[in-house]
Nanobody, 120 residues
Framework: QLQLVESGGGLVQPGESLRLSCTWSPSTVFAMSWYRQAPGTERVLVATIGAFGDTTSYAGPGKGRFTISRDNDRSTLYLQMNNLKEEDTAVYYC???????????????WGQGIQVTVSA
């Protein structure tokens, strides 16, 4: 059973940056992604990354401001978020699924989620 643990969330002001981390165990190599869910809304995809970090994709919310990366040696996934806006406030989840590339969240493993709040 793959375990995922997010960290790095918190309260920041608009325009600031934040880096989320997600560590996984046991050590393995899966395609991974970040999702987020704002209050009263469905969980939506933010970014995906291939098992070896060679392919990335971004959905609308953070395109141009967010960067997904991974360090398989440290079993850690990252989401660098720059120029944060109040509408980025959400619970952020990391997810992993078997395979080299992220295709859907079917059969995915999920972290418990971490709160990011952007407020002046």
């Amino acid at each position: 059973q793959l375990q995922l643990v997010e960290s790095g969330g918190g309260l920041v002001q608009p325009g600031e940056s934040l880096r989320l981390s997600c560590t996984w165990s046991p050590s393995t190599v899966f395609a991974m992604s970040w999702y987020r869910q704002a209050p009263g809304t469905e969980r939506v995809l933010v970014a995906t990354i291939g098992a070896f970090g060679d392919t990335t994709s971004y959905a609308g919310p953070g395109k141009g401001r967010f960067t997904i990366s991974r360090d398989n040696d440290r079993s850690t996934l990252y989401l660098q978020m720059n120029n944060l806006k109040e509408e980025d406030t959400a619970v952020y989840y990391c997810a992993a699924r078997p395979g080299g590339m992220w295709s859907s969240d079917k059969n995915a493993y999920w972290g418990q989620g971490i709160q990011v709040t952007v407020s002046a």
